[in-house]
């Protein structure tokens, strides 16, 4: 086995990163031809989803491949190699296909447990087999993982564990309350009619939403996508589909909306949300301040309430000049002595405790180096630095959001600078993955693990014992041409041989050698089963001196057989899980 997957996910990169890298349909189709194209690389197969993009392929060399796929990653994803290494991850050979089958229980996705990810993974391999880039290997291997995924599903609570990115979301735009009880009633909009689309408007049919207005540039689609909402069963919402140039209005009336699509630029921008909530909250809407700057509300109570004096006393007889204290400030405060020499600072001190100075005996005090420095530093920052705690900081309190928005697409569809905007709340992948990070796991994710660990192992049994299949029945061919041969000779010599004679020396002959075979051969598949049991077949061949020819046309023509077998399967599957 030769199997070979890189790739980056949320779990090795940023997803600034992975929105960047982020691949079109075509893209990915491109993709998958240059891969088979390339040389060290047979077959081929892309899972790219919201949060992953893998590259699988058969490869006859390791380094060699991990080189050219990695290259091929970055070209197509506009993303410069040396950007993109760090943070790639190789799987090769079981590790690959732990890889694989970990990714299809839900192990791997953001929300532990989901189940949207073994529809991905069947278009992903339907893909591959229209563009019959995926040969036998590649073929086992993703039908293998799809049903290792529906037997974890079946035989344990993985589901338990986690429920889909769209119910995560949803949770978390209802601060982790119950989703139900914070959707009962709402007017949502639903933004795309994909899959995910699709997924997040029947969670909100089932939440008890009172509408839902589905948009998408394809009409017809969101069209169909309404119509299937009104005609499901045990739901009482009502759903209309819209345009996309609808979307601006339908969001004044909105409490929700929710987007996917597979648009490459933003669908709502921060001016488009800001002008649908404003004058549905109670203060004018503007984009909060970038991250560390205090609210517009907390720097506005900061210019009309005046500063309490920093010192006692009043300025008549103050001893300074009093044109050198620049900005208004009281002479009493600490801007009136920005660049006063130590002496002078030291006569304004006295002043301010009762105290008298002769000016013509001034003389530094034991600290007027200190003193001085701080001038220095007074006339930089115009101030002198201050030990006293700072007071605290009045915080404004946030209305509460008007609009919630869930953000599920890969690149973003909604401006993160709604983050700040008062009113909204917005939850995209990137603050999914931060609140998945501390979500609890159930015990049943180590039963998906004990599962997974038993079918990698199974399948790289099946995998080795098929290897040396072709060498097996390359070896039974050429005993069978070896008793034919002397059948005919022994004809030869004995032409007046009777039928029935001759048929009894045949049968026994082929028994002969048949039981002589069995044991080897029955022998040599559980070996070659076992790790590192990929020898056998090369020793089989020396041995009994087989022509690697005769071996690499049956395994062609078992390849061939297989590749008809499982487009046929693939026809007979399902659509998503």
């Not at 959001?401 to 983050?419: F, G, N, Q, S, T």
């Not at 048949?514 to 080897?520: S, T």
Request: overall charge negative; hydrophobic content about 45%.
């Amino acid at each position: 086995m030769s199997l070979l997957v890189v790739g980056l996910s949320h779990r090795s990169a940023p997803v600034s990163l992975l929105e960047r890298a982020a691949l079109s349909q075509d893209t990915q189709v491109k993709l998958l031809q240059d891969t088979v194209a390339a040389e060290p690389a047979t077959e081929a197969a892309l899972l790219a989803t919201c949060n992953r993009i893998e590259l699988y392929a058969d490869v006859d060399k390791f380094h060699a491949g991990v080189a050219e796929l990695s290259t091929l990653l970055a070209q197509h994803s506009g993303v410069g190699l040396d950007e993109l290494t760090p943070y790639l991850y190789v799987h090769y050979e079981d590790r690959a296909v732990h890889h694989l089958f970990s990714v299809a229980c839900g192990l791997d996705s953001m929300v532990v447990g989901e189940g949207q990810i073994l529809g991905q993974i069947k278009d992903s391999l339907a893909r591959a087999q229209d563009m019959h880039t995926a040969g036998r290997l590649l073929n086992d291997l993703f039908q293998q993982g799809l049903r290792v995924g529906k037997r974890a599903h079946s035989e344990t609570g993985i589901d338990r564990a986690g429920q889909s990115l769209v119910t995560f979301g949803l949770e978390q735009l209802a601060d982790g309350g119950d989703v139900e009880a914070w959707a009962r009633g709402k007017r949502a909009l639903v933004i795309g009619a994909g899959s995910m689309s699709s997924l997040a408007a029947a969670t909100l049919a089932r939440a008890g939403v009172a509408e839902i207005v589905v948009a998408n540039r394809t009409y017809d689609r969101a069209e169909r996508l309404a119509q299937i909402l009104n005609e499901a069963d045990g739901s009482d919402v009502v759903a209309r589909a819209v345009r996309m140039d609808a979307v601006p209005d339908e969001l004044t009336r909105a409490d929700v909306a929710v987007s996917c699509t597979g648009a490459t630029g933003l669908v709502l921008t921060a001016e488009t949300v800001a002008a649908a909530v404003e004058g549905r909250v109670g203060a004018p809407v503007a984009v909060g301040p970038a991250a560390g700057e205090p609210p517009a509300a907390v720097r506005a109570a900061r210019e009309e309430t005046p500063l309490p004096p920093t010192s006692l006393g009043t300025e008549e007889g103050c001893p300074l000049d009093l044109p050198a204290a620049q900005g208004g400030f009281s002479v009493l405060g600490e801007a009136a002595v920005a660049g006063m020499d130590a002496a002078t600072l030291e006569q304004h001190a006295t002043w301010v405790d009762n105290g008298t100075v002769d000016r013509r005996e001034a003389r530094p005090a034991p600290d007027a180096e200190l003193i001085t420095a701080l001038a220095a530093t007074a006339s930089v920052t115009g101030r002198v630095p201050e030990r006293r705690r700072p007071e605290p900081v009045p915080e404004v309190p946030r209305p509460e959001p008007v609009l919630a928005l869930l953000d599920l697409a890969m690149p973003r569809d909604i401006d993160a600078a709604l983050h700040r905007l008062t009113g909204v709340r917005l939850v995209d992948i990137e603050s999914l993955a931060e609140a998945s990070a501390d979500a609890p796991m159930a015990a049943d994710v180590d039963q998906v693990r004990t599962i997974v660990s038993a079918e990698v192992a199974a399948f790289g049994a099946a995998l080795r014992a098929a290897h040396i299949t072709p060498t097996v029945v390359a070896l039974r061919s050429m005993a069978a041409e070896v008793v034919a041969s002397e059948i005919a000779r022994l004809e030869g010599r004995l032409p007046d041989l009777d039928d029935k004679h001759r048929g009894e020396i045949t049968q026994t002959v082929r028994r002969v050698v048949d039981k002589l075979l069995h044991a080897p051969t029955v022998r040599v598949k559980q070996l070659a089963a076992e790790p590192g049991g990929a020898g056998y077949a090369d020793a089989l061949r020396t041995l009994f001196d087989l022509d690697q020819e005769t071996v690499a046309a049956v395994s062609r023509a078992d390849r061939a057989g297989n590749e008809t077998r499982h487009d046929r399967d693939a026809r007979t599957e399902g659509g998503h899980e």
